[in-house]
């Protein structure tokens, strides 16, 4: 069964630095896996989709990587902001459905 | 384009009621996901919908059931509810085809469940 991990589960950073979360799955037949962000209270917002020939992706201050062999994925926020304070998800897409982690919530203090 | 519309968006039950959560579907998509996110967790699968028929189901109990209609709209129900059904409840739609697996998941903002 896949299983997904993220560390670290919390993050506090302030405005302005650059930061990494991980992301690691035990089972590296992937479809491919993609990056949510979630703020307090609401659904899902994809932020990048990796598919699983590719090995990093890009949006604005985000970029993902993927090593499919390791079982790793990182998302790295640059820049960071205040209104990049949510929860991050990372998750494993399988044949049906998708694999999550249980997140990292990010602060950034301004 | 609409996007996916869950509703209610927050109710209350008892322990031992039936629940039913809707979804509406992205225009043009005719896959739909059901997740449930405890609080504090990540989102765990329930069952896929596609084309009308059931496409694969997590380790839920068959208390939890579901339907798709012939717009692609879906329900979920709920029977005999217990405390540990509490949570967030997400539909996510997509444009798929039996087990392709890598399609784009678009998510609604969820249907907040609270079991006394």
């Known amino acids: 069964k896949q299983e997904v991990t993220q560390i670290p589960a919390a993050l506090s950073v302030p405005e302005g630095e650059n930061l990494v979360l991980n992301c690691s799955f035990t089972d590296s037949a992937i479809y491919n896996l993609q990056w949510f962000r979630q703020d307090p209270g609401k659904g899902l917002t994809s932020l990048l989709l990796i598919q699983s020939s590719q090995r990093e992706q890009t949006s604005g201050r985000l970029n993902a990587s993927l090593d499919k062999s390791s079982g790793r994925s990182t998302l790295y926020i640059a820049a960071s902001q205040p209104g990049d304070s949510a929860t991050y998800l990372c998750?494993?897409?399988?044949?049906?459905?998708?694999?999550f982690g249980t997140g990292t919530r990010l602060t950034v203090i301004p | 384009e609409t996007g996916v519309t869950q509703s209610p968006t927050h109710l209350i039950k008892t322990r031992g009621q039936q629940v039913t959560l809707r979804c509406s579907s992205q225009?043009?998509?005719?896959?739909v996901s059901w997740y449930q996110q405890a609080l504090g967790q990540g989102p765990q699968f329930i069952f896929q919908?596609?084309?009308?028929?059931?496409?694969g189901r997590g380790n839920f109990p068959p208390r939890f059931s579901g339907l798709q209609f012939p717009n692609y709209s879906s329900e979920l129900n709920v029977n005999a509810l217990e405390l540990d059904d509490s949570a967030l409840y997400l539909c996510?739609?997509?444009?798929?085809?039996?087990?392709?697996?890598?399609?784009?998941?678009?998510f609604g903002a969820g249907s907040r469940l609270t079991v006394l």
């Open positions: 996510a739609s997509s444009l798929g085809h039996r087990g392709s697996g890598a399609n784009v998941l678009t």
């Open positions: 998750a494993v897409v399988g044949a049906n459905n998708l694999f």
């Open positions: 919908y596609y084309r009308e028929e059931e496409n």
């Open positions: 225009s043009g998509h005719n896959t």
